[in-house]
Nanobody
Framework: QVQLVESGGGLVQAGGSLRLSCAGI????????IMWYRQAPGSRELVASI??????YYADSVKGRFTISRDNAKNTIYLQMNSLKPEDTAVYSC???????????WGRGTQVTVSS
């Protein structure tokens, strides 16, 4: 079964850091572009993405604080989040887009809560 499993969320104080992981199961993430989304009440935002050749994109709201990376050997994508703010509080989920077919794989998400 093809799936993505996120981990690493939790409760952190403002200014702290978390590293989210997105592990591919039954799939090789090296063939996929990966996107991290976050969803808070009333909003959904593309936070960061990484292509199969490691081109990266960041939303203005996280630029300079978040870093997306991939480890193909571990079949895992990471989102390093530094200098966290209360407005970063959301459910973070990863999505994988196959670059050779219309297949899209969705993760279930992990909660990140930043206290002030």
């Amino acid at each position: 079964q093809v799936q993505l499993v996120e981990s690493g969320g939790g409760l952190v104080q403002a200014g702290g850091s978390l590293r989210l992981s997105c592990a591919g199961i039954g799939m090789s993430i090296s063939n996929y572009a990966i996107m991290w989304y976050r969803q808070a009440p009333g909003s959904r935002e593309l936070v960061a993405s990484i292509s199969v050749v490691d081109y990266t994109y960041y939303a203005d709201s996280v630029k300079g604080r978040f870093t997306i990376s991939r480890d193909n050997a571990k079949n895992t994508i990471y989102l390093q989040m530094n200098s966290l703010k209360p407005e970063d509080t959301a459910v973070y989920s990863c999505t994988a887009q196959d670059t050779t077919s219309p297949r899209t794989v969705w993760g279930r998400g992990t909660q990140v809560t930043v206290s002030s």
